[in-house]
């Protein structure tokens, strides 16, 4: 069983920054591929961004690469995001999950988080 929690959310202007930070309580976690996905008021949850366990492949959603970068530190359980150049349409709460492998699809992950709000202001 793995349980994740985010955080680092929060309200920022246009053009700014933010990383967000998922932790895991799991032995197991380090071994699980990580991604982000969002949701914006009114629209389907999308994928953002995924991680392989071991830290060295990526994966992103189109158009994503250029803004946001996510990584992971397998010794803190803990998987990041590293948002900049925010524009008010990245406005949406921010779920990590866990899943076997590195994919762009919710139904490929079996754990999630609560999420995190980033509200991003023009």
């Known amino acids: 069983q793995v349980q994740l929690v985010e955080s680092g959310g929060g309200l920022v202007q246009a053009g700014g920054s933010l990383r967000l930070s998922c932790t895991a309580s799991g032995r197991t976690f380090s071994r699980y591929a990580t991604g982000w996905f969002r949701q914006a008021p009114g629209k389907e949850r999308e994928f953002v961004a995924a991680v392989a366990w071991t830290g060295g492949g990526t994966y992103y959603a189109g158009g994503m690469k250029d803004r946001f970068t996510i990584s992971r530190d397998n010794d803190k359980n803990t998987v990041y995001l590293q948002m900049n150049s925010l524009k008010p349409e990245d406005t949406a709460v921010y779920y990590c999950?866990?899943?076997?492998?590195?994919?762009?699809?919710?139904?490929?992950?079996?754990?999630w988080g609560q999420g995190t709000q980033v509200t991003v202001s023009s």
């Open positions: 999950a866990a899943g076997p492998a590195v994919a762009g699809t919710q139904e490929m992950y079996d754990y």
